[in-house]
């Protein structure tokens, strides 16, 4: 990311906010980096912006050395496919489908073959701790269950970064624990970036670089290796 960034939010009336002021973070491929910060301070608008969902006023944001902020929107969907996984607060499976068809799905959309889906959705579903599992609906599942059916769909496509949003928000603090250490396993295991928004201390030791914000500002910049 090359910056100063600023983003604005709330286009809706007269007001105009400010999320993000002056912006400038450098993640290196395979961080487990935690955005942290108090409610408004602007987590989810520099997530949203590194996962090519929102738009930026100034500054750009490079992926793997392409500046992904300039691209159209049907060039960042076909990014976001490609290179990002997505976890939320509020798992967001799609609820008609079994835990391995929202698995699967991240990868019919890449135009893989049935075999290797099946191959791959498999193998991903067992690492998370899922296996059995597979055709269970997300209503049959606990929150944690589907939260780790979601760390498989994002981590399925074998992704550049993973964006996750408050991912333990919803989880008691035991299962949330638990989804963060499967994550860092995932990170450690695959060597994919994980970065993670969070207002939970507990959620916050996990990481090993803390980036703290404070009303779109960068407060700290913490390293813990
Ligand atoms: N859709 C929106 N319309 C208007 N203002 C918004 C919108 N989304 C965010 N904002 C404002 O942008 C700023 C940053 O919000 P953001 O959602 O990025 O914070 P956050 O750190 O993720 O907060 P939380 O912990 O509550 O999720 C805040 O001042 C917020 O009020
Ligand atoms: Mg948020």
New binding site residues.
């Given amino acids: 990311m090359s910056g100063p960034l600023s983003a604005r939010?709330?286009q809706?009336g007269d007001t105009e906010?400010k999320?993000?002021r002056g912006v400038n973070l450098k993640i290196e491929s395979g961080e487990f980096i935690s955005i942290a910060?108090?409610?408004?301070?602007?987590?989810?608008?520099?997530?949203?912006l590194i996962g090519c969902i929102d738009t930026l006023d100034e500054g750009e944001i490079l992926i793997e050395g392409r500046v992904v902020s300039v691209l159209s929107k049907e060039e960042k969907t076909t990014f976001r496919r490609e290179k990002l996984g997505f976890i939320f607060q509020s798992y967001n499976l799609i609820p008609v489908l079994t835990a391995f068809e929202n698995v699967a799905f991240s990868l019919q959309l890449l135009g893989i073959s049935n075999g290797e889906i099946k191959e791959r959705t498999m193998a991903i579903l067992k690492e998370v701790g899922l296996e059995g599992m597979e055709n269970r609906r997300p209503g049959k599942l606990s929150g944690g269950q589907q939260q780790r059916v979601a760390i498989a769909r994002a981590l399925v496509k074998n992704p550049v970064i993973v964006l996750a949003?408050?991912p333990t928000a919803n989880l008691d603090s035991h299962t949330g624990e638990d989804i963060l250490k499967l994550m860092e396993v995932m990170n450690q295991k695959h060597g994919t970036t994980f970065i993670f928004?969070t207002?939970d201390k507990m959620v916050m030791d996990f990481a090993r670089r803390l980036v703290y914000?404070h009303d779109?500002e960068f407060f700290s910049d913490e390293r813990r290796e």
């Fill in positions: 939010r709330d809706t906010v999320a993000l910060g108090p409610s408004g301070s602007g987590k989810t608008t520099l997530m949203n949003d408050e928004s207002h914000l779109g």
